[in-house]
């Protein structure tokens, strides 16, 4: 079984930056790829970003790429998202998933087994 716990949401206005977090626990993080989605009001869950078990790929949604960066700690049994230049469509609760390993970080949520239990992020505009 593994846990994760997701931290670093808040309120911000638009064009700030946040770092969120996901701590992981139990099963061996290192082998398991990992991804952030997120899920608005009314809106389906959407893929955010994926990295794969060693980082040695990543891959982005559209709209992020080229201001959003997932990275992994494997010593620190942590993924991290770096959120620059943020926008209020970029609202919304940002959740943490393993998936077992993948050498292309699944886009699709069904995919993954394990889930965080969210972290909102709000930009104001």
């Known amino acids: 079984q593994v846990q994760l716990v997701e931290s670093g949401g808040g309120l911000v206005q638009a064009g700030d930056s946040l770092r969120l977090s996901c701590a992981a626990s139990?099963?061996?993080?290192?082998?398991?790829?990992m991804g952030w989605f997120r899920q608005a009001p009314g809106k389906e869950r959407e893929f955010v970003a994926g990295?794969?078990?060693?980082?040695?790929?990543?891959n982005y949604e559209d709209s992020v790429k080229g201001r959003f960066t997932i990275s992994r700690d494997n010593a620190k049994n942590t993924v991290y998202l770096q959120m620059n230049s943020l926008r209020p469509e970029d609202t919304a609760v940002y959740y943490c998933?393993?998936?077992?390993?993948?050498?292309?970080?699944?886009?699709?949520?069904?995919?993954?087994?394990?889930w965080g239990q969210g972290t909102q992020v709000t930009v104001s505009s």
């Open positions: 990295i794969n078990w060693n980082a040695g790929r990543t």
């Open positions: 998933a393993a998936a077992k390993y993948r050498v292309v970080p699944p886009t699709n949520p069904g995919e993954y087994e394990h």
């Open positions: 139990g099963r061996t993080f290192s082998s398991l790829t």
